[in-house]
């Protein structure tokens, strides 16, 4: 898995693009709307902002360590 820190999130219909930054650059991860809803609640519970969250990703997953219960949130 990949870390980066979420910078922007644009909704694009079906799919809502994270835009995250590491130490290569910038780098994008797609969710499905219905998913992507499940992580904004989840890290909104938490009393946590997504601008600025360090992430860990890859294609099919991400996982939020300052939620510190290794849940794995799929992105599809």
């Given at each position: ?16 693009q994270i835009l ?57």
């Amino acid at each position: 898995m990949q870390t980066g820190q979420i910078i922007r999130i644009i909704n694009q219909g079906p799919k809502v693009q994270i835009l995250c930054a590491d130490e290569r650059g910038l780098l994008s991860v797609y969710f499905d709307n219905k998913p992507f809803s499940t992580f904004f609640k989840a890290v909104k519970r938490a009393g946590l902002r997504l601008n600025g969250l360090l992430i860990n990703f890859n294609r099919d997953a991400i996982r939020v360590p300052a939620l510190g219960n290794g849940k794995e949130y799929s992105t599809r």
